[in-house]
């Protein structure tokens, strides 16, 4: 592909593409991890919810999966 084609021609769907679907899912996981190093790093009288952050990311990892891959 040549760099002005880049810029003249749109492209078919940029949520196609393997730099956004690969990219994000990098972004998910990421946010996965830091989700679970939090949840382990909360203190035993912790009084909010641990869950809802990982429950959020989950959910977001899991239409992606859907949305991108299927």
Known sequence: MKAR???????????SYPA???????VILLLLAGNLRLYLSLPPGYIGDPYMNSV??????FNHLAYSFA
């Open 56 to 61: 959020v990311v989950l959910m977001l990892f």
């Open 20 to 26: 956004y679907r690969y990219g994000m899912l990098v």
């Open 5 to 15: 084609s880049l810029f003249t021609e749109p492209p078919p769907s940029s949520l």
